[in-house]
Every structure is written in C-alpha cells, then in structure tokens.
C-alpha cells in the first residue's frame, strides 16, 4: 500500500508531466489504430468523399475529446470560470492560460491522426478521385461523362474489374498521393516552425505575466487536490462519529448480546478537533456552499496573524 501511495502522491505532484505522457500515449495509440485500421472505400461517387473525409476528421475529433476528459485540469479550469466572484477575484490571463495549455495537450494526437492519414494518402485519393479533372489523363477520353465518375469512383479500389484494364488509375492515384504527401508534410513543417517561433519569442514577452499565470494555474490545481483530500478526511471522521452515535444509543441492546463497546470519550477529543465543531449535515452543506460562493481571500497573513 504505501508503494501505491507513493506513486499516486507522485502523480499528484507532477500532473504536467503525466498529462505531457498520457498526450504522448494518446498520439501513439491513434497511430497503432490507423496502422489497424481496415480501410476500405466504397468507390461510390456518392458517398467517397463523405468516407474519406469521415475517417480523415472524425476520429481526430474522439481523440480531441479524449484528451479533454483525460486532463484533469479541464475541469479545474470550468470550475474556475464557472465560479461566483465571492471574496477572491477569478484572474482571467490564470484562466486562459489553462485553456491554452489543455487545447495544446488536447491537439497532439488528432494532430498526429490527420498527418498520418495525410502521409499514407488512402483517405484524400478516397475522397476527391471524383474531383480529378478527367482531361489530364488519356484513359478517360472516350468515355461518357457519367462512365467517367464511375471510373473516377472507383480509382481507389484496384482490385475492380473496370479498373483493372485501365491505363490512368495508376496515374490519378500517384497524382492525388503526392498532393496528399505535400499537404501532410506541409502542415508538419508549420506546426514545426510555430513550435520553434513559440519557443524562441517567448523570452520577448513579459516573463512576469507568465510565471504568474503559470503559479497561479497550479494553485488551482493543487487546491482543488487538497480541499478534496480535506473533505473526504473530514467526511471519514464524521462518518465514524456517526456510527459510533449510533452505537451508542444501542448500547443496552448490545449488551445483551455480549459485545464491547468503547469507554466514552476515548478518542473523541482528538477526532472533535479535527471536526473543526462540523458537527450535523447543515453544517456541513453550509460550509461547502461557503467554499464554492466565496473563496478565501489568498493572503497568508490573515491566517499567521489568528
């Protein structure tokens, strides 16, 4: 037990560097399931494009979706926002600082999907064969408009008897991969060059404002951590007050039956203090209400001088 908690304190204290992990893992995993995935177009001139561009788009958007359930500070986040003003004031450069880096997080894998799905190139010739101007290719000059979508559709299934004869499939399928080469390699290059401008100009920025933003960021996070450990600590004692309440009350019943009961006032001491006097539900409720309308003021000195 005490080899988990060590490992559940770590990931507590280092939520940036397990969420930086679970994006890399998120990446890997949308790569594994590209390479296993069974692509098959429909070479329908209907419904290609709608297939293609299906499989190039909505899995990024799961694993969009993914990587904002799996980060534990997109809630924080909501909760901060969401808050009533109260006694501390809700900092809005905190706040999109934490949006900034969850949408960050949040981007690599389906990033990565759509690159890979770019780089491969099933999906793009899938979803625009049919939009191929016909005339650049002499397989297509003796056919009738409405023959020539047909064999448009069906460019990506090679294995189709119309196709198997026809000379320009090869050449409209390398035409759409290297436009689809380019573009994964083009969007690659931006995303590289942005992260290196990012990295390099930031030092031009006001420096202040950031270490702020980020302090403050994991304050709210490591308060949210600590006020939940606070409250299911507090919970425990007064469920055992509770129990031991009615235990107590059952007393001449219990005798009857032999079983032992603990001397009263041993240990009640010590657990009242913890209670901090919270001692009936309403109590309790109003206390929580109080949390979430009117946060404490952040000013450490209050505390010192009590």
Not at 9 to 27: D, R
Not at 147 to 164: G, N, S, T
Not at 172 to 185: D, F, I, K, T
Request: aromatic letters at 10%; a positive charge.
């Amino acid at each position: 037990m005490d080899r988990f908690r060590m490992i559940f304190q770590y990931f507590q204290s280092n939520s940036e560097s397990v969420m930086n992990g679970i994006c890399g893992l998120l990446a890997l995993v949308s790569v594994q399931m590209y390479t296993c995935f069974d692509f098959s177009c429909p070479c329908l001139p209907r419904y290609n494009m709608a297939y293609g561009l299906g499989i190039m788009f909505v899995p990024p958007v799961a694993l969009f979706l993914c990587g904002l359930i799996l980060n534990r500070q997109s809630l924080v986040m909501l909760e901060e926002w969401r808050r009533p003003q109260g006694r501390r004031k809700k900092d809005l450069a905190v706040i999109r600082y934490m949006c900034s880096s969850i949408m960050q997080r949040a981007m690599v894998a389906p990033v990565v999907w759509i690159i890979v799905t770019l780089l491969d190139g099933k999906c793009l010739i899938c979803a625009f064969s049919g939009s191929v101007d016909p005339e650049k290719f002499v397989g297509f000059a003796n056919a009738s408009p409405v023959q020539v979508q047909q064999l448009l559709a069906k460019v990506p299934c090679k294995d189709d008897e119309l196709m198997r004869n026809n000379t320009s499939r090869k050449a409209v399928s390398r035409y759409l991969r290297c436009w689809s080469q380019a573009l994964g390699w083009s969007i690659l290059l931006i995303l590289i060059i942005a992260a290196f401008l990012a990295r390099w100009l930031r030092p031009c920025f006001n420096q202040a404002t950031l270490l702020q933003a980020r302090h403050w960021s994991n304050y709210i996070d490591i308060e949210q951590k600590i006020f939940e450990e606070t409250c299911c600590e507090h919970s425990r004692l007064f469920a055992h007050k509770c129990i031991l309440h009615f235990f107590e009350s059952m007393r001449q019943e219990i005798k009857l039956h032999s079983f032992s009961l603990p001397r009263e006032g041993e240990g009640a001491e010590g657990e009242e203090d913890l209670l901090r006097g919270i001692t009936d539900q309403d109590q309790v409720n109003k206390l929580l209400k109080m949390w979430y309308c009117e946060r404490p003021a952040l000013d450490v000195s209050q505390v010192t001088q009590r």
